[in-house]
Nanobody, 123 residues
Framework: HVQLVESGGGSVQAGGSLSLSCASSEYTYASNCMGWFRQAPGQEREAVAGIGRDGGSTVADSMKGRFTISRDNANGTVYLQMNSLKPEDTAIYYC??????????????????WGQGTQVTVS
């Protein structure tokens, strides 16, 4: 199976930045679609961003201009750069993978593998 491990979460003041990383155990799988999702207490899991092997990406409307997704195809690592963080960004952030495009359609049920999540707290 594909193992995904997130890192980089933590606590930050409003207006600050964090960079999350997602390491994949299978680089070939990471050549397909990768995504970031988040879930706050009492809320449904929400799509954050997605990226394909070719680097084409999408970011959720509420996070455009603040969040950027990128990937390193050489080692399978996917990144989420988060700037101008707001308290409402507080959530557990999950890395996920799915085998087939379209990579810009971020439906959680289409992603087969998930990381354990990393907590991001903005105050």
């Amino acid at each position: 199976h594909v193992q995904l491990v997130e890192s980089g979460g933590g606590s930050v003041q409003a207006g600050g930045s964090l960079s999350l990383s997602c390491a994949s155990s299978e680089y070939t799988y990471a050549s397909n679609c990768m995504g970031w999702f988040r879930q706050a207490p009492g809320q449904e899991r929400e799509a954050v961003a997605g990226i394909g092997r070719d680097g084409g990406s999408t970011v959720a409307d509420s996070m455009k201009g603040r969040f950027t997704i990128s990937r390193d195809n050489a080692n399978g690592t996917v990144y989420l750069q988060m700037n101008s963080l707001k308290p409402e960004d507080t959530a557990i952030y999950y890395c996920a993978a799915k085998p087939y495009p379209p990579c810009t359609v971020l439906l959680p049920l289409t992603f087969d593998f998930w990381g354990q999540g990393t907590q991001v707290t903005v105050s």
